[in-house]
Structures are given as C-alpha cells and as structure tokens.
Antibody
Framework: QVTLRESGPALVKPTQTLILTCTFS??????????VSWVRQPPGKALEWLAL???????YSSTFLKTRLTISKDTSKNQVVLTMANMDPADTATYYC?????????????????????WGQGTTVTVSS | DSQMTQSPSSLSASVGDRVTITCRAS??????LNWYQQKTGKAPKLLIYAASTLQSGVPSRFSGSGSGTDFTLTISSLQPEDFATYYC?????????FGGGTKVEIK
C-alpha cells in the first residue's frame, strides 16, 4: 500500500524558513519514472504546483517561487524535504505531497512526468506574527 | 510555461445530468493532461490520466478526451457523490501546472 504523509510546523512567522517533510512508504524513489511533488492550496483557492524531485535526482520548481524553494530527497529514509524561504502571510495554505509514477520519454525524446496518483492528507501552514 | 485555463469556474447541475468541463492549455501538451476531483477538506484524487485513461477504481461515468491544447472531462450521469471541485493538470513539461478548478454544485 502506497502512502505519503506530510509533516512540519503548523505556524511560522513572516520571514522565517518553512521546512516540510514528506515521508512515504510502499514505493521506492529510486525506481525509474518515479517522482514526488509538492502542491499547495491557499484557503478557498486553487491547487498550485510547487516543486518536484525525480528518481534520478532531477529537480524542478515553480517559476514564480524558484528563488525561495529547495527540494531534496533521502532515499534511504523514504523522505522528500521541501524548504521555502522568506515566508509571507500569502503562503498560508495546505501543503500536499504526491507521488508521480510512470514518468517516461515520449516518441520525440521529451520526458513527461506521471500523474499524481497518490496524495498525502496535507498539512496546514499558517504564516502569522 | 504552460498555463491551464478551465471553464466554467463553477456550474450547477442536477443528479442525472450530463456535465462537461473544459480545459485549455496555452501551448500543446500532446495528451499529457490529468484530471483530479477534490472534495471539501480532502486531498485531490486522480480520476483520469493521459487525457482519456480512467484511473483504477474510478466509475465509468467519468470520461476524458482531447489532445494538443483542448481537453474535456465528461460526467455522463451526475451522482450525489460527484459534487466536488475538478482540476486539470498538465504533466507534459515543467513547471507543471493546474487549471483554476471547476466547482460542481447541486442545482
């Protein structure tokens, strides 16, 4: 059974750095085509993709948040860590991690990621002084 | 970057209605479009991947179609448990992106 669980502080102050951990089980992030991604959702708003790390350690992040985000993995611990610097009240949201499976190269040699088939329950982060 | 635009942003429908939601990409994403359902207070759930492939366990009243830039999600006969918000997402190129969502409400 594949599961993911987010953990981290529920409350951070403006300008602080947020550290979130996604602990997963039931799959290996060393498997070709696998990835783990972070997605957030401010209250009452849409989903926003944040960052992703692939099985081969390739990393990608939101263009808008690129300078503030860092994603890393510890394959031996089955964990993916997201750090977001310089937190602002606008970053108040529920943060999800999700597994993407089935990443592959298409006929033109372009790499496409898999859909997010399993999600964690989410962790709510409030940014307030 | 590929921007995803969903329409409508919300709709009201009755049980048994046929419902169609559209998603448009700002550039071609081939067939690498996924649909998710999200109920209030819950994590999103994958419904359809690769534009038209039903995720295991998802009822057959859900279907998806499209390629290139234009995609649709259809619910053939709306059931009470289908009232939720639906999101499209492109997995063709990074940065990945979601549509703004379509909230399906009870008429």
């Amino acid at each position: 059974q594949v599961t993911l669980r987010e953990s981290g502080p529920a409350l951070v102050k403006p300008t602080q750095t947020l550290i979130l951990t996604c602990t997963f089980s039931g799959f290996s992030l060393s498997t070709t085509g696998m990835c783990v991604s972070w997605v957030r959702q401010p209250p009452g708003k849409a989903l926003e993709w944040l960052a992703l790390i692939d099985w081969d350690d390739d990393r990608y992040s939101s263009t808008f948040l690129k300078t503030r985000l860092t994603i890393s993995k510890d394959t031996s611990k089955n964990q993916v860590v997201l750090t977001m610097a310089n937190m602002d009240p606008a970053d108040t949201a529920t943060y999800y991690c999700a597994r993407g499976a089935g990443g592959r190269y298409d006929r033109s040699g372009h790499y496409v990621h898999g859909a997010f088939d399993i999600w964690g329950q989410g962790t709510t982060v409030t940014v307030s002084s | 970057d590929s921007q995803m635009t969903q329409s409508p942003s919300s709709l009201s429908a009755s049980v048994g209605d046929r419902v169609t939601i559209t998603c448009r990409a700002s550039q071609s994403i081939s067939s690498h479009l996924n649909w998710y359902q999200q109920k209030t207070g819950k994590a999103p759930k994958l419904l359809i991947y690769a534009a038209s492939t039903l995720q295991s366990g998802v009822p057959s009243r859900f279907s998806g179609s499209g390629s290139g830039t234009d995609f649709t999600l259809t619910i053939s006969s709306l059931q009470p448990e289908d009232f939720a918000t639906y999101y499209c997402q492109q997995s063709y190129s990074t940065p990945l992106s979601f549509g703004g969502g379509t909230k399906v409400e009870i008429k």
